[in-house]
């Protein structure tokens, strides 16, 4: 699934997610990288960023073949909140669920990036091996807006 395409399906995908309020588009200004502020229902919120990996042989200038197989098998979405905030692990984890849970035949898994990860936030990978990176840019605890440093991430929002 090419970004412009996935981007779409995803803000509709994670809009879904009961414990989230809204996502909207965040415009870096930069053509390459796509991204959202997603608000949670807590009022905390998480700026992601969007790359993706095309398949082998996959040309942008040619029209796009979906490839597609079975969905993910859905499964309970995990708890969001400890004593009222989250995390950003326990956010990757709940908005990975999200795609999982979204019925897609596109998307071969969604998963939540480990503790070893550079910078939190999750990947998808698709049926055609194409592959999505979701990272955490930013988070917010509610009324407070993003920080100025990218990738100095909250413990807790």
């Known amino acids: 699934m090419r970004i412009q395409r996935f981007y779409e399906f995803a803000t509709e995908a994670m809009a879904k997610a009961p414990d989230v309020q809204a996502v909207d588009r965040w415009d870096r ?3 390459h990288l796509y991204g959202w502020q997603i608000t949670l229902t807590s009022g905390a919120r998480i700026w992601a960023g969007l790359t993706s990996v095309a398949p082998p042989g996959d040309k942008n200038d040619q029209p796009e ?3 597609t197989g079975e ?7 995990p708890e ?6 989250t995390t950003p692990r326990l956010a990757a984890h709940y908005l990975a669920a999200a795609l999982t849970n979204s019925g897609n035949t596109e998307i071969l898994r969604a998963e939540a990036y480990g503790e070893d990860a550079q ?4 990947g998808v990978t698709f049926h055609s091996t194409g ?3 979701c990272l955490f840019h930013h988070t917010a605890r509610p009324g407070q807006d993003k920080g100025n440093n990218a990738f100095s991430l909250q413990g807790e929002f």
């Open 71 to 77: 969905a993910p098998a859905e499964s309970p979405y």
């Open 80 to 85: 969001l909140y400890t004593n009222g905030k």
């Open 131 to 133: 592959r999505a990176h």
């Open 65 to 67: 073949t979906p490839v």
């Open 119 to 122: 910078n939190p936030g999750f």
């Open 29 to 31: 200004g930069e053509e």
